[in-house]
């Protein structure tokens, strides 16, 4: 199954707009890749449904906590604004966001 996906995916490299949705032929169930682009193609990739009790245990997966980077100003700036702001506070608190916003 996973071949196919691979294989309907390769082809979609260059499309202009990808859609994909569950289908049922012959009471078998698909995943229907439309393609448009230069060429119009249509892919019909066979799949097996689990039932919710052979689904349950990958549910719970480990899967790691991604790795956020934060990408501070040049120290000298940095110390800048912080030796502004020594009046109002002995404490800096540094938050950076997922969104890329860096706040004291």
């Known amino acids: 199954v996973v071949e196919h996906l691979q ?3 390769k082809n979609a490299e260059r499309a202009d707009d990808i859609s994909i949705r569950l289908s049922k032929r012959d009471k078998m169930p698909f ?5 448009q682009g230069a060429v119009n193609l249509t892919q019909d990739i066979p799949i097996h449904i ?8 990958m549910v719970h997966l480990n899967m ?3 790795e956020v980077r934060l990408l501070a100003p040049k ?4 110390g800048v604004v912080v030796d502004r702001m020594r009046g109002l506070s002995t404490m800096v608190r540094v938050h950076g966001s997922m ?3 860096l706040h004291l």
Do not use: C, H, I, K
């Not at 689990?50 to 245990?57: A, C, N, T």
């Not at 120290?75 to 940095?78: E, L, N, P, T, V």
């Open 99 to 101: 969104q890329g916003a």
């Open 31 to 35: 995943l229907t890749l439309v393609v």
């Open 64 to 66: 790691q906590a991604p």
């Open 75 to 78: 120290a000298r700036s940095f």
């Open 7 to 9: 294989r309907a995916l």
């Open 50 to 57: 689990l039932s919710v009790r052979d689904f349950m245990p």
